[in-house]
């Protein structure tokens, strides 16, 4: 795996677009020397490297991923997420939504009671 910088990443998606990083910085809204010290130091906050995907229009991932890794869509591998909890956090708030259709309904009565 070959490793490749944040900085790398960038500068070249930069020069794909003919900018550069004084133009990248002021459209996040922080100085050019503050972009240029995090992406050196690689201590950029998730938020501006949020900022900086979008406005290069790349996935955040992209900053992340090997470049020569690749899909396999139909991959017979085991998943790397093999336990599925949804279903237990559905029945969860399938039981709050009933709990409050009933506080909801005995509320209904008891207004109608005192009208």
């Not at 201590?43 to 955040?60: G, T, Y």
């Amino acid at each position: 795996m070959t490793a490749i910088s944040i900085r790398n990443i960038v500068e070249n998606v930069l020069k794909e677009h003919n900018a550069d990083f004084k133009m990248l910085a002021e459209s996040i809204g922080i100085s050019e020397e503050l972009l240029l010290e995090a992406l050196d130091s690689e201590a950029l906050q998730i938020r501006v490297l949020e900022l900086i995907s979008k406005e290069l229009r790349i996935p955040l991932y992209s900053f992340f991923r090997d470049p020569n890794f690749e899909i396999k869509y139909y991959s017979k591998e085991q998943k790397f997420y093999t336990k599925d909890i949804t279903p237990h956090r559905e029945a969860e708030l399938m039981r709050e939504i009933e709990a409050l259709r009933k506080q909801l309904a005995d509320l209904k009565l008891n207004i109608k009671n005192d009208i």
